[in-house]
T-cell receptor, first 112, second 110 residues
């Protein structure tokens, strides 16, 4: 089964609104990463948060990590139509040769 | 910065035919390289990874194989394709703690 599960599976919001996506995982991790995938394209790395960190910011992105609950959230503030994409969380588990395990993704649709 | 090339971008192949997908990277040396497959509307499944020339680790039993003949070249192959091999194949490299992905190859097996 997947290490990471995103919630919701799909999200539709209007431009200017905030979008929040959640990721839950099952085992201890070294870090958790968020990626974006535009339709039919490769994945783009957004942000990485290490297991000893609780929150990170990058531009309009805010990521939180709660290792006690084994969960993370990605917040996109002031969303734009260009943010329309699928968003995946990925976890790196200790002792796994730096392999990433991806969740199933959240499809975000931002409408004008 | 690193660049990842994958070709072809799209491929339509009949069942039972062979497959060779190539991934080459630039701007880095001795990277960890990865092959992933993404089924339609799904997450990524790690197929193979390589920590160096000639070193391949397989994640799931399947109809595919991988090779790394050169430091910056990673090849995904099959002798006989199955319908279930259809999908979007992505090559990635690891730099520091982050993986960077190529543009992908969309494979349709008919």
């Amino acid at each position: 089964s997947q290490q990471g599960e995103e919630d919701p599976q799909a999200l539709s919001i209007q431009e200017g609104e905030n979008a929040t996506m959640n990721c839950s995982y099952k085992t201890s991790i070294n870090n958790l990463q968020w990626y974006r995938q535009n339709s039919g394209r490769g994945l783009v790395h957004l942000i990485l948060i290490r297991s000893n960190e609780r929150e990170k910011h990058s531009g309009r992105l805010r990521v939180t990590l709660d290792t006690s609950k084994k969960s993370s959230s990605l917040l996109i503030t002031a969303s734009r139509a260009a943010d329309t994409a699928s968003y995946f969380c990925a976890t790196e588990v200790p002792g796994t040769a730096s392999k990433l395990t991806f969740g199933t993704g959240t499809r975000l649709q931002v409408t004008l | 910065s690193q660049t990842i090339h994958q070709w072809p971008a799209t491929l339509v192949q009949p069942v039972g035919s062979p497959l060779s997908l190539e991934c080459t990277v630039e701007g880095t040396s001795n990277p960890n390289l990865y092959w992933y497959r993404q089924a339609a509307g799904r997450g990524l499944q790690l197929l193979f990874y390589s920590v160096g020339i000639g070193q391949i680790s397989s994640e799931v039993p399947q109809n595919l194989s991988a090779s790394r003949p050169q430091d910056r070249q990673f090849i995904l192959s099959s002798k006989k394709l199955l319908l279930s091999d259809s999908g979007f194949y992505l090559c990635a490299l690891r730099q520091f703690e982050t993986q960077y992905f190529g543009p992908g190859t969309r494979l349709l097996v008919l």
